[in-house]
């Protein structure tokens, strides 16, 4: 069966993460229960495909809501139907090691106007 949908959660990890692989002095773990849902605005009975997946990360609990009979995972992935009045969800934990967010040593000179036009609370983010 061909899938058009797709979900990749692996570019949105490692957008949100930013490291890839825990460094080998880290050994605090931080655990992120995080909720997936899709078929909100898309047409009724489309195909989707999600396949949880991350470097530097485990990824544990995976439980799904909202599956029709039929709908599940299977070889790793959930292949599920969504759309219309249908929304399929799944929940799952991402257990990371906790490292150190090193501030950049050189910063980009619009970057740096940014911050100085910005509040305390905002520049401390943005660094």
Known sequence: MLYRSFLILSAALSTVLMYPQPPAAATEQTTLKLHVSWGHRSKAGTPFFFQPAGEGLTIADV?????????????????????????????????????????????DYFWQDLILQSDPDTARRLK
Do not use: Q, S
Request: proline letters at 2%; a negative charge; charged letters at 35%.
């Open 63 to 107: 439980r799904g809501a909202g599956l029709e009979a039929g709908e599940g995972r299977r070889d790793g992935a959930w292949k599920t139907r969504a759309g219309g009045d249908d929304v399929d969800a799944a929940t799952l934990n991402l257990n990371f090691a906790d490292v150190p967010i090193k501030e950049l040593d050189k910063i």
